[in-house]
């Protein structure tokens, strides 16, 4: 028994409520998900194929006549985000197939919702912490790149004619987290087994790539990466970066599509957490 | 704060429909401030009022108002002053029991600080010591319990919703939640409402109860009123064939129930024993015993639910 005699204290200070109602929601999402080691054990190792890029880089800045042998200009960013989209893709088959789905298996979203939390707070809050995860290999690494791209070879990066290469590498980082994250959430938000939503959203980004492939070498489908929001990023990416090169469909139809497959995502995302509001 | 004066929470006429099955129908009544029990069997309704209250159903027709809020129009204005206890589990994975309670309290709108400091006092209120600092998943269902009760405490909420609080506790562990309970319920301005299938738990705290049956709100009132006065139930015993007076009984009104060595006769208002000794010199029986039957919960309880049943298979 305590010392002292526990008794019912009011507490007579409530405050009313602030529109950021869903930060306390991203930071704990957050929190937890980096308690886990192998967490920043992959987040440390995606920072790695930031060293091939900066190596050219460097080489060039210091050895000048090998400059011809090394592709350093735009399309250098845009293949670094190439890579990165897949290890942002490792970032939350770990750290986001849980978000939702540990949620429902333990009654927490009860515990958001029957609380000044509301849907629209929950899944803001969710989506926050998966792209909190997948920027943090994305536009983090990719800025620091063109930071010592201009550092380090400011002829060639800081032109008027580029101006538009800081925007662009912000909005690629972006546009792939966010198609990572609501992938991510939609998996999450449609099971109770954090394993089960990390195979169901592995498969479902893969599986779609691989489909728009078989789809485009055996029926000359010109919409076909269309099908599949990593063909879209990639061609969204090379639209902004380079090579300049002939594709099956327009970047616009490609960035339409990405922004209609997020839309539907969350859409099921905001669908399911009403069911469990409504069923719980 | 808390409107003393009037009711915390009024419902007027509701209906909730979930697509075509009424789920509650034309449902009026009122929560004053105090302990309440809402009582009925499954598919009652009292789910679906809770929910409804809290602003995740929207009614169908009528209306309701907690704090002169409507939940429909604000729900999170509803929500942060309602303290609910689900019955189901309702945990964080990965977080402590003070992480957790915290964590409630910040999503109830109160500055991290003020949470933090609040959730160690509610936690010492439900006599949870050391263990705060474990992992809840890791909790046995008496803990888990005192946890769900500090989480819906954390923010003071000025009406407490309980749904099973007492589940899956031991004796001890009852016991020693419904001490915790009866103690919130007493201070003044905070209203409780305890959903529950445990008679004895509604009576021990409660001084109003709602009775719901198939979506209708069947009998509402003070207990006091409700289990007395003794003038309305009596325990009689009545010597040979008794159809007669029982036929005589229902006609005047009054209802009865057949016991294991006698009938236990329901007075309607305005009625009492002078009616049955009338009754039974008119018809020629015999009385051998009547005595003042103190009603208990459960017997209000199943008279509201089972008497016209009853009534109507025994005749």
């Given at each position: 028994?305590?010392?002292?005699?526990?008794?019912?204290?009011?507490?007579?200070?409530?405050?009313?409520?602030?529109?950021?109602?869903?930060?306390?929601?991203?930071?704990?999402?957050?929190?937890?998900?980096?308690?886990?080691?192998?967490?920043?054990?992959l987040?440390?190792?995606?920072?790695?194929?930031?060293?091939?890029?900066?190596?050219?880089?460097?080489?060039?800045?210091?050895?000048?006549q090998?400059?011809?042998?090394l592709?350093?200009?735009?399309?250098?960013?845009?293949?670094?985000?190439?890579?990165?989209?897949y290890?942002?893709?490792?970032?939350?088959?770990?750290?986001?197939a849980?978000?939702?789905?540990?949620?429902?298996?333990?009654?927490?979203?009860?515990?958001?919702?029957?609380?000044?939390?509301?849907?629209?707070?929950?899944?803001?809050?969710?989506?926050?912490?998966?792209?909190?995860?997948?920027?943090?290999?994305?536009?983090?690494p990719?800025?620091?790149?063109y930071?010592?791209?201009?550092?380090?070879?400011?002829?060639?990066?800081?032109?008027?004619?580029?101006?538009?290469?800081?925007?662009?590498?912000?909005?690629?980082?972006?546009?792939?987290a966010?198609v990572?994250?609501?992938?991510?959430?939609v998996?999450?938000?449609?099971?109770?087994?954090?394993?089960?939503?990390?195979?169901?959203?592995?498969?479902?980004?893969?599986?779609?790539?691989l489909?728009?492939?078989?789809?485009?070498?055996?029926?000359?489908?010109?919409?076909?990466?269309?099908?599949?929001?990593?063909?879209?990023?990639?061609?969204?990416?090379?639209?902004?970066?380079?090579?300049?090169?002939?594709?099956?469909?327009?970047?616009?139809?490609?960035?339409?599509?990405l922004?209609?497959?997020?839309?539907?995502?969350?859409?099921?995302?905001?669908?399911?957490?009403?069911?469990?509001?409504?069923?719980? | 704060?808390?409107?003393?004066?009037?009711?915390?929470?009024?419902?007027?006429?509701?209906?909730?429909?979930?697509?075509?099955?009424?789920?509650?129908?034309?449902?009026?009544?009122?929560?004053?401030?105090?302990?309440?029990?809402?009582?009925?069997?499954?598919?009652?309704?009292?789910?679906?009022?809770?929910?409804?209250?809290?602003?995740?159903?929207?009614?169908?027709?009528?209306r309701?108002?907690?704090?002169?809020?409507?939940?429909?129009?604000?729900?999170?204005?509803?929500?942060q002053?309602?303290?609910?206890?689900?019955?189901?589990?309702?945990?964080?994975?990965?977080?402590?029991?003070?992480?957790?309670?915290?964590?409630?309290?910040?999503?109830?709108?109160?500055?991290?600080?003020?949470?933090?400091?609040?959730?160690?006092?509610?936690?010492?209120?439900?006599?949870?010591?050391?263990?705060?600092?474990?992992?809840?998943?890791?909790?046995?269902?008496?803990?888990?319990?005192?946890?769900?009760?500090?989480?819906?405490?954390?923010?003071?909420?000025?009406?407490?919703?309980?749904?099973?609080?007492?589940?899956?506790?031991?004796?001890?562990?009852?016991?020693?939640?419904?001490?915790?309970?009866?103690?919130?319920?007493?201070?003044?301005?905070?209203?409780?409402?305890?959903?529950?299938?445990?008679?004895?738990?509604?009576?021990?705290?409660?001084?109003?109860?709602?009775?719901?049956?198939?979506?209708?709100?069947?009998?509402a009132?003070?207990?006091?009123?409700?289990?007395?006065?003794?003038?309305?139930?009596?325990?009689?015993?009545?010597?040979?064939?008794?159809?007669?007076?029982?036929?005589?009984?229902?006609?005047?009104?009054?209802?009865?129930?057949?016991?294991?060595?006698?009938?236990?006769?329901?007075?309607?208002?305005?009625?009492?024993?002078?009616?049955?000794?009338?009754?039974?010199?008119?018809?020629?029986?015999?009385?051998?015993?009547?005595?003042?039957?103190?009603?208990?919960?459960?017997?209000?309880?199943?008279?509201?639910?089972?008497?016209?049943?009853?009534?109507?298979?025994?005749?």
């Open positions: 028994m305590p010392i002292y005699d526990a008794v019912y204290r009011r507490y007579q200070a409530r405050a009313p409520l602030h529109a950021w109602r869903f930060w306390p929601v991203a930071r704990e999402a957050l929190r937890q998900v980096l308690l886990r080691r192998m967490l920043i054990l987040l440390v190792l995606s920072w790695l194929p930031l060293l091939y890029p900066v190596g050219q880089l460097f080489i060039v800045a210091r050895m000048p090998l400059a011809p042998l592709t350093v200009d735009a399309r250098l960013l845009g293949d670094f985000l190439s890579v990165q989209t290890l942002g893709l490792l970032m939350l088959l770990f750290g986001g849980g978000l939702i789905a540990n949620d429902l298996n333990s009654g927490g979203m009860l515990l958001y919702l029957s609380r000044a939390v509301s849907r629209r707070d929950y899944v803001m809050g969710k989506l926050a912490a998966a792209l909190a995860l997948t920027l943090s290999v994305t536009l983090a990719s800025a620091l790149l930071v010592l791209a201009v550092a380090f070879l400011p002829a060639r990066f800081l032109r008027w004619d580029l101006v538009w290469l800081a925007p662009a590498v912000s909005a690629q980082s972006l546009l792939i966010l990572l994250s609501v992938s991510a959430l998996c999450s938000c449609l099971t109770r087994r954090a394993a089960i939503s990390g195979i169901a959203f592995f498969a479902l980004l893969m599986g779609l790539d489909a728009q492939a078989l789809l485009s070498s055996s029926l000359r489908l010109d919409a076909a990466p269309l099908l599949s929001p990593l063909s879209s990023l990639r061609i969204v990416g090379r639209a902004l970066f380079g090579p300049a090169s002939a594709e099956p469909v327009h970047w616009i139809w490609a960035l339409l599509a922004l209609l497959f997020a839309s539907a995502a969350l859409a099921i995302v905001r669908r399911r957490v009403r069911s469990v509001e409504v069923v719980a | 704060m808390t409107n003393a004066a009037g009711p915390l929470v009024t419902f007027h006429d509701l209906s909730v429909n979930y697509g075509d099955a009424k789920a509650l129908s034309s449902v009026s009544g009122s929560f004053p401030a105090g302990a309440i029990g809402l009582l009925g069997p499954n598919g009652a309704g009292k789910t679906t009022l809770l929910k409804t209250l809290m602003g995740f159903l929207a009614p169908h027709s009528g309701v108002s907690a704090f002169e809020l409507d939940p429909v129009v604000n729900p999170l204005g509803v929500r002053r309602i303290g609910y206890l689900p019955e189901g589990d309702c945990q964080l994975m990965g977080f402590t029991a003070a992480e957790q309670v915290a964590f409630a309290g910040e999503l109830s709108g109160m500055p991290r600080g003020d949470a933090i400091s609040r959730a160690h006092e509610v936690l010492d209120y439900v006599a949870l010591g050391e263990a705060r600092y474990r992992r809840v998943e890791t909790f046995s269902t008496g803990m888990k319990q005192r946890v769900k009760l500090a989480m819906a405490l954390v923010h003071d909420p000025d009406l407490l919703l309980l749904d099973e609080p007492t589940n899956g506790l031991d004796p001890k562990g009852r016991d020693e939640m419904l001490v915790l309970i009866r103690n919130v319920a007493a201070r003044p301005g905070v209203g409780l409402v305890l959903s529950s299938h445990l008679l004895h738990d509604v009576e021990s705290i409660c001084d109003h109860v709602i009775v719901l049956n198939q979506g209708h709100v069947v009998l009132g003070p207990l006091g009123e409700l289990t007395g006065p003794p003038r309305r139930a009596f325990d009689v015993r009545v010597k040979g064939d008794a159809t007669a007076l029982l036929t005589d009984l229902k006609d005047e009104g009054c209802a009865w129930t057949q016991g294991e060595d006698g009938y236990r006769v329901f007075f309607a208002e305005a009625q009492g024993p002078e009616l049955l000794f009338r009754l039974a010199r008119d018809c020629g029986a015999q009385l051998r015993h009547v005595r003042p039957a103190l009603e208990t919960l459960e017997d209000v309880f199943l008279r509201a639910l089972c008497v016209t049943s009853e009534v109507g298979k025994a005749t």
